[in-house]
């Protein structure tokens, strides 16, 4: 054990589920003053639900859609892409020795899915944490909706922290 110097860790794996809202975006300031260190790896997940793509081809989610419009398509993915520079790359250390990596992936929209999703996630890249925000949904959305952060918590395989009221 080194005396008087700093002891040298390995790098950890971060996985952030990122969505559009002030809590994910609070979040993941947080995490980037309180956990994360240079040279760490962060991932950003982003799911689209499959009730933004039903809305945007106007067709039930099922799982095979005849002709799909890829442009409305694409263009999902490209805002998901600018509301995560906008929110989270943007805010990332400029003079970091890694850079993130974005996951966007698109998905049911219930809350085991999502929540599902974010868990392989965590196996796949071998994360170190999973760390996201809670979103205070009143008890009744949470009965009907579900809470993807509840679901991660119980399933997932890796640690969670999930921020609340930051």
Not at 86 to 104: E, G
Not at 121 to 128: L, V
Request: glycine content about 4%; overall charge neutral; charged content about 25%.
């Amino acid at each position: 054990m080194p005396t008087g110097a700093e002891v040298q860790r390995e790098p950890s794996i971060f996985l952030f589920p990122a969505d559009d809202s002030d809590s994910s975006s609070r979040a993941f300031e947080w995490m980037l003053k309180s956990l994360y260190r240079d040279g760490d790896e962060v991932h950003l997940l982003h799911v689209i639900p499959r009730i933004k793509f039903q809305a945007s081809y106007g067709v039930p989610a099922v799982d095979y859609v005849p002709q799909i419009d890829r442009d409305k398509y694409e263009a999902l993915v490209r805002k998901a892409e600018e509301f995560i520079v906008r929110r989270f790359l943007s805010r990332f250390p400029a003079d970091s020795k890694t850079t993130p990596i974005v996951h966007v992936i698109k998905s049911e929209t219930d809350t085991e899915s999502v929540g599902h999703i974010i868990c392989q996630k965590a196996q796949d890249i071998k994360a170190t944490i999973v760390v996201m925000a809670n979103h205070n949904k009143n008890a009744v959305t949470e009965f009907f909706m579900g809470s993807v952060s509840q679901y991660v918590m119980h399933h997932c395989r890796k640690p969670v922290l999930v921020t609340r009221g930051i």
